[in-house]
């Protein structure tokens, strides 16, 4: 079936790194764009970046510019986002998500996965 | 960046009731308007794209309209599996926002 699996997400201090994961399976995942959502705990969803089928293309939201990374290896059906000089306001919830556009333009976010947590505190 | 601003914050209802969300864009975002359903511990649940296209095998209670600037989320006759938090997003702009979120519960 359709899925979308992260992992990668843990504890980790303050201006530490990590890189998150997302691997698809069940759809031609060379196909789609594809997002990070993130929702901090008991807040709401905040978009962090997107990127096109291809790789050609890639945006941001501010709060994350210069500090994050998405990338995709469509060899291994797999989305990241590699993460640096973390921040105590980046803890939250980290979904990946595919577009429901034709990979090089925005459209609604049709299949999530089922996020990977990821906490930054000393 | 474009803001979405929902209202309301939250809702009472009643098993059976109608109920409209409403979502506003600080600027025209044309139909670029989609809607999920986000329960407790959960992704979110893609329910409406292009502000009035029903996403496959959501039921047909729920119905999204609009375009420009304002729009509206409506459930015609609330079910028990319906309480949930409800979000608008616009994809215009390559700087994707949310609204902050309508949270239906139980009367």
């Known amino acids: 079936q359709v899925q979308l699996v992260e992992s990668g997400g843990g504890v980790v201090q303050p201006g530490r790194s990590l890189r998150l994961s997302c691997a698809a399976s069940?759809?031609?995942?060379?196909?789609?764009?594809m997002h990070w959502v993130r929702q901090a705990p008991g807040k709401g969803l905040e978009w962090v970046a997107v990127i096109w089928y291809d790789g050609s293309n890639k945006y941001y939201a501010d709060s994350v510019k210069g500090r994050f990374t998405i990338s995709r290896d469509n060899s291994k059906n797999t989305l990241y986002l590699q993460v640096n000089s973390l921040r105590a306001e980046d803890t939250a919830v980290y979904y990946c998500?595919?577009?429901?556009?034709?990979?090089?333009?925005?459209?609604?976010?049709?299949?999530w996965g089922q996020g990977t947590m990821v906490t930054v505190s000393s | 960046d474009i803001q979405m601003t929902q209202s309301p914050s939250s809702l009472s209802s009643s098993v059976g009731d109608r109920v409209t969300i409403t979502c506003r864009a600080s600027?025209?975002?044309?139909?670029?308007l989609n809607w999920y359903q986000q329960k407790p511990g959960k992704a979110p649940k893609l329910l409406i794209y292009?502000?009035?296209s029903l996403q496959s095998g959501v039921p047909s209670r729920f119905s999204g309209s609009g375009s420009g600037t304002d729009f509206t989320l409506t459930i015609s006759s609330l079910q028990p599996e319906d309480f949930a938090t409800y979000y608008c997003q616009q994809s215009y702009s390559t700087s994707i926002t949310f609204g902050q979120g309508t949270r239906l519960e139980i009367k």
């Open positions: 600027q025209s975002i044309s139909s670029n």
């Open positions: 998500a595919r577009d429901h556009g034709d990979g090089a333009t925005l459209s609604a976010f049709d299949i």
């Open positions: 069940g759809f031609s995942f060379r196909s789609y764009g």
């Open positions: 292009a502000a009035s």
